[in-house]
């Protein structure tokens, strides 16, 4: 049976994810067999595994850093939120259907033998495994029938490294207030301190470390620098959706729908050095970019109201009929078409009946006239850039997918027949109109996606992950910008992620006394 560690946090974006998957790292530099786990995450980042099964992207992160095949062992519970009041939840990559918090909480022991039966069987099959905790461990309105952190962590029996995140000051606070609001049990299982994202001299810390031990009895194990690492980060509090500059050569523009997912689809353009991300979520912040790209969202009708009621939708509209590109992934495509419809209610009625709910003061029970009348409200317009039409339907379609670029026309034609791979995860089905000449994307035979005029979309997600579509496309924008195109690293997005984990381990080793948490481990290290 694997050992295990248990890396908690002092709240929502401490660092928890990164130092897991580092520390996975130099487990499997050291010559362990590693793999992450994590109960329950919330994230509306999500990646289908090659059984065609749903699961987190952190986890999917750290699996790469522990050189693994990413597996829904490592995350039996997602939970990606629909509403302020709600989520879609899947146990074992599959969707269950969507909950209200209340009766999510309500069910949630009911999968505490899946989470078991999941741990088990990742621990007979490795020699450590990394559990990475949610939030705070010290949420006390929380903490009954807690299945995620301290609740993980004894069903494990896991020790625990708490860390917390000194760049938004606090981090003394946050340190000792989490110790001191568990129990005595719960306490125990600390066994160190890690303080993460500091800027500069360490020794100035150094008073600060020995009172925290004499408040709490603790011992800070590590202070890890904030690391220049460029990797995945799926928290939707993450840095990357606050850029806002404008590049000096190629500028794109992901717009940051409230619902937005996936939106480490652009992380690969890191690699780019033409090119510029920046998030926009205001007009005035649009300016005139060399493309806009509709990324994905879990709720593709209210995030098409949004754009249509913050005036985005007509500023898209404004560009793209000035020839400038729009790209659309997965709802961010659904987007681009004439109509959106949802007969059924996949989207609509949850989202309409936890509202109506909300609002009569009634937990779960809405009348069936109110339902259909949130069915017959979930046909709306789409910005009619592709001729298409979309119909939800409540089966969802999970796939890996990879082919090639058909003969695209217009300004598009560059990008024909270039290899193309990623993965769905919708519940939609699209159907062109027939109206126009148009090309598409060619996977495996099954067509999807495809443009018309400066207009592109496909639901295929991590598209620029891949090399040779990713280069053609911003070859692309360069020459319609008038610039030369420069190219990047010459190594694969793949290889790319490779240095940038073993970076990352480097760091933690430096920071973190790794002889303490192997002596944890009980067992031996390098």
């Known amino acids: 049976m694997a050992k295990s560690i248990m890396i908690q946090g002092t709240m929502s974006n401490a660092g928890k994810s990164l130092i897991a998957a580092g520390l996975c790292r130099i487990f499997k530099q050291d010559g362990y067999k590693v793999a992450p786990f994590k109960s329950q995450n919330m994230a509306l980042n999500s990646f289908v595994t090659r059984e065609n099964l749903e699961m987190g992207r952190a986890q999917?992160?750290?699996?790469?850093?522990?050189?693994?095949?990413?597996?829904?062992?490592?995350?039996?519970?997602?939970?990606?939120?629909?509403?302020?009041?709600?989520?879609?939840?899947?146990?074992?990559?599959?969707?269950?259907?969507n909950m209200r918090a209340m009766d999510y909480f309500k069910k949630k022991k009911e999968y505490i033998p899946v989470i078991k039966a999941a741990y088990e069987?990742?621990?007979?099959?490795?020699?450590?495994?990394?559990?990475?905790?949610?939030g705070s461990p010290a949420e006390i309105n929380l903490k009954q029938d807690d299945i995620v952190n301290m609740g993980m962590a004894e069903i494990a029996d896991a020790p625990v490294l708490l860390v917390g995140d000194i760049d938004r000051g606090g981090v003394f606070a946050q340190l000792i207030g989490t110790v001191m609001l568990l129990e005595q049990e719960e306490q125990d299982r600390i066994k160190g301190l890690i303080i993460n994202k500091f800027r500069g001299d360490v020794k100035i810390l150094e008073p600060g470390l020995l009172q925290i031990y004499e408040k709490c009895g603790k011992e800070v194990w590590g202070v890890v620098p904030y690391a220049d690492v460029d990797i995945e980060d799926e928290d939707s509090l993450s840095a990357s959706l606050e850029r806002k500059e404008k590049g000096e050569n190629v500028d794109i523009a992901v717009i940051r729908l409230p619902k937005i997912s996936n939106f480490t689809d652009f992380q690969a353009f890191s690699l780019?050095?033409?090119?510029?991300?920046?998030?926009?979520?205001?007009?005035?912040?649009?300016?005139?970019?060399?493309?806009v790209i509709l990324p994905g969202t879990k709720n593709t009708?209210?995030?098409?109201?949004?754009?249509?009621?913050?005036?985005?939708?007509?500023?898209?509209?404004?560009?793209?009929?000035?020839?400038?590109?729009?790209?659309?992934?997965?709802?961010?495509?659904?987007?681009?078409?004439?109509t959106i419809v949802d007969a059924d209610g996949v989207e609509a009625t949850t989202d309409s009946?936890?509202?109506?709910?909300?609002?009569?003061?009634?937990?779960?029970?809405?009348?069936?006239?109110?339902?259909?009348?949130?069915?017959?409200?979930?046909?709306?317009?789409?910005m009619g850039l592709l001729p298409m039409n979309t119909y939800f339907e409540t089966e969802k379609v999970r796939t890996r997918a990879e082919g090639k670029c058909g003969e695209?026309?217009?300004?598009?034609?560059?990008?024909?027949?270039?290899?193309v791979s990623g993965y769905e995860i919708h519940m939609g089905r699209t159907e062109w109109t027939g109206r126009g000449t148009y090309g598409f994307l060619d996977l495996k035979g099954k067509k999807d996606g495809g443009c018309l005029d400066n207009v592109l979309g496909t639901y295929l997600h991590?598209?620029?992950?891949?090399?040779?579509?990713?280069?053609?496309?911003?070859?692309?924008?360069?020459?319609?910008?008038?610039?030369?195109?420069?190219?990047?690293?010459?190594v694969s997005y793949e290889e790319y992620q490779e240095k940038q984990f073993d970076k990352l381990a480097a760091v933690l080793r430096e920071s973190i006394d790794m002889k303490k948490v192997y002596g944890m481990l009980g067992i031996s290290g390098e």
């Not at 990413?70 to 259907?97: A, C, H, R, W, Y």
């Not at 069987?121 to 949610?134: H, T, W």
């Not at 090119?275 to 060399?290: A, F, H, N, Q, W």
């Not at 991590?462 to 420069?486: M, N, P, W």
């Open 408 to 419: 695209l026309t217009g300004i598009f034609k560059t990008l024909s027949g270039k290899k």
């Open 301 to 338: 009708i209210k995030d098409m109201l949004f754009l249509r009621e913050s005036g985005l939708e007509a500023a898209i509209l404004r560009l793209a009929g000035a020839g400038t590109i729009v790209f659309g992934i997965c709802g961010g495509y659904q987007m681009l078409g004439e």
């Open 462 to 490: 991590g598209i620029f992950d891949e090399e040779e579509f990713r280069t053609a496309f911003v070859q692309l924008l360069c020459e319609r910008k008038g610039i030369s195109y420069h190219s990047g690293e010459e």
């Open 60 to 97: 999917v992160v750290q699996a790469k850093a522990a050189g693994t095949e990413p597996s829904v062992l490592m995350n039996p519970i997602l939970l990606k939120p629909t509403t302020d009041m709600g989520s879609q939840v899947i146990v074992m990559g599959e969707v269950q259907g």
């Open 353 to 382: 009946v936890d509202d109506m709910g909300a609002a009569d003061g009634v937990e779960g029970a809405v009348s069936a006239a109110k339902v259909e009348a949130a069915k017959a409200a979930a046909c709306i317009r789409g």
């Open 272 to 291: 780019e050095p033409d090119v510029t991300v920046r998030y926009v979520s205001k007009v005035s912040e649009l300016g005139r970019p060399d493309a």
């Open 121 to 134: 069987k990742l621990a007979a099959e490795n020699d450590i495994i990394v559990i990475e905790g949610a």
